[in-house]
C-alpha cells in the first residue's frame, strides 16, 4: 500500500498540471476566437 | 503572436464590425490589406464575432477604416462604444467548470477505491484526501449557484439554484464531519458531480447565447453614426453623431442615413423612411423640408442643417417609448423557476419528515439527521437543473443552423404558448427593399444584361445595387465598360464598344421607382422597382394558422399600400398605426389574456417588440428592432416563423418530459432514502443515470426546427 504515498501525489499533480495548462490558455486568449483559429490554418505564410 | 501584443501608448485601437467575412481568404485579405496602410500598426481579425480589431496611429480614425475595408470589397461599420465591452456569458463559468471537473474525476478515483473495499486507516486517508480537494473545489465552483441562490432568497422568492445549493452545502457538511469521525460514507464525489453536470448544462447554454449576441451584433449598426460636417471654411469633417450640434451643416450622400434630424438646405433627393415609420413609398423632399435622423438617402447628395441631434431626436424619442415597455418582459418567471418554486418546499419538507420519521421509530439524532441529509442528497435536483438549459441548447442550436437566432434564454419558452401574431408589413412581410421586377428582367436580353450589371456594380445606389444582386443571382457575368462616371441623382454612365450606356433615373416622372437601361442608338428600357412579399409568405402564414395562430398586419404606411399587402396576403390589416399605437394593441390583446408575437424590423415597431409575450425581427431590421427581439431570423424566407414557432414548442414538450423524467426518477430514489439504505454509490449512480437520460432525450431536439 506504500505505492499509494506515491501514486496518488502524482496522479494529483498530473490533473492539476492539466488545470494549471487550462486556465493559462483561457487568460491567454485562446479561446477568443475558434472559429478563426480553425480558419487560420488555411492561410499560407509567403511573406 | 505580435497581434495579441498590448497597444503602444500613441497607438488607437478601433473594432470594427465586419459581416461579410466567412473564411480564411477573407481573412488573410483584410489582415493584409489593413496590415499595407503606413497608419496602422496591426490588424487581427477575429471571425468567430466577425470583427477586425486595428491598432492604428490617432492620424487615421474609423472612417478612414471603413472606407479601406471597403475598397478591399468588405462592408464594415466601426462599433460603437457601449457595444465595446462585449461580455461573453460562457467566459466566467469555464474557470467554475474547469475546476469541478478536475475535483470530480480526482474524489471519484478516491471513491471508487472506497466503494471497491478500501477500509480502516487506508479510507480515512482517502476521505481526508477528497476533503482537501472537494472542500475548496466546491467553494469555488459552486459560487455561481449560491450567488443566484442568495440573491433569490434575499427577495424572499426561489428559483432552481435554491435546492440546488442546500443540497450542495449540507452535502459538504455532513461528508466533512463523517471524515471526521472516521465515517463509513463521504459524498464529495456526488457534490461534485452534481455541480460538473449543472455547469456543463449552464455553459453550453451561455455559449448557445453568446453565439447568437454575436450574430446579431453583426447585424447591427445600420443607423448612422456620425456625417460629413461641412465647416465654415467649406472644408468636410467626419464626425460622431454624438458631437454633432444643431446649427452644423452636415452632407448626406446618396446611399447614407442622417445621423440628426434637420432642414435640407440645398439639393433634394428622395429619402427612405420606412425604418422610422414604416412607409414604403419613398418620399421626396426639398430644400427648406424637414428630414429625420435615420432615415435613408436615396438620391442624390444633400445639405441638411441639424436642428436636433442625439436625444432630442424623433429616434431616440421612439427609443425612450421602447425602454419603458420592456419592464413588463422581466416579470416574466421562468418555467425552471416555476418547477423550483413547486419542487423546492416539497423535498425540504420530505426531508424533515423522515427525520421526524426517524426519531419517532427511535433511532438516534445522529441516525435520523443522516438519513434526513440522504434524502436532500438523492433529490438535490441534478436532472432537473438540466432539464431546461439542454433542452433549449439543443434547439437554439438546430434553430441557428436554420437561420433563426434565439437571443434570450426565455424566448422559446414565451414562443411556445404564442395564439397571436401580429405582423408589419415594410421589411416583415416585404422584404423592405424595392426589388427589380423579374419579368422586366427576364425581358432583357443577354448583352443588355451583362450591360446593365457592369453599370450597376460602378454604383453604391440602393436600386442599383439590388438590380446588381439580382442580375448576378441569374447567372450573368458583367460586360467590359470604360470610363465609368456616376453623376449623383441622375444614374451611371460608360462607354461599351465604343457607344454610350447609362443606367439612370427614368425621363418624366412616373408613379414608381425605376430604373432605364440606355444604350445608344436604342430605345431606353424600363426596369420597374418595387417591394415585393418575401418568398414562402403564403405557405408561412398557412403554417402558422395551423400552428392556431391568429395573424393580422399592423403597419405604420399609408392604409392602400397596407390594403394591397393585406388582399395578397389574405389578413386582415390596420393601416396608419403610430408606435404608440402598435404598443397599445399589444397591450389589450394581452389584457383579453392573448399570447402576442410581435413580428416587426422598424424603430416604430421597437415598442410593440419590446411590450409583446414574444418578438421576432428579421436580420435587417433596424438596430432598434434587433434590440428589441428575442428572436431574429436571418433568411429571407417567411418561413422562419412557423419553424421557429413549432421549435418552441417541441423544446417545451421535451423540456415537460425532461422534468417528468427527472421527478420520475427521483420517486424511485427517495423511498430508499427514506429507508435509510442510500449509500454515495447508489446516489452517484442515480444522479448520473438521471442527468444522461436527460441529455438524451434532449437530444431528439437536433432537428427541432424542421
Known sequence: ?47 | MTALRKPEPARERTVLAVPSMRCAGCMSKIERGLAELSAVASARVNLSARVVTVDHDPSIGAHDLEHALATLGYEAQARRDELAPRLSAARPLLPALAVAGFATMNVMLLSVSVWSGAEGSTRELFHWISAAIGIPAIAFAGRPFFKSAWRALRRASTNMDVPISIGVLVTTALSFYETARGGEHAWFDGALMLLTFLLIGRVLDAMMRDRARSGVDALLGQAARGAMVVGADGKLAWLEAAQLAPGMVMRVAAGERLAADGAIISGHSRFDQSLLTGESAPISLHEGEKALAGTLNLDAPVDVRVSHAGHDTTLAEIVRLMEASTQNRSRYVRIADRAARLYAPVVHTLAALTVVGWLIAGAGLYQALVTGVAVLIITCPCALGLAVPVAQVVASGSLMRAGIMVKDGSALERLAPVDRALLDKTGTLTLGRPQPDTAALASLDGRDAQVALALASHSRHPLARALANALARRGVSPAKVENVREKPGEGVFADWRGLHVALRRPDGASGGIAASLHIEGEPARLIPFSDRLRPDAKAALAQLSRLGIECSILSGDRSEAVAEIARQTGLTAQGNARPQDKQALVGTLRASGRKVLVVGDGLNDGPALAAADASMAPGSASDVGLQASDLVFVHDSLLALPRAVRGARRTMAVVRQNFALAIGYNMLAVPLAIAGVVTPMVAAIAMSTSSLIVVGNSLRLARAAR
Open chain 1, 1 to 47: 500500500m506504500t505505492v499509494l504515498l506515491f501514486l496518488i501525489p502524482a496522479a494529483l499533480a498530473i490533473g492539476g498540471l492539466g488545470l494549471a495548462a487550462f486556465f493559462w490558455a483561457l487568460r491567454n486568449g485562446q479561446f477568443e476566437d475558434p472559429e478563426g483559429n480553425a480558419a487560420r490554418i488555411l492561410i499560407e505564410d509567403d511573406e
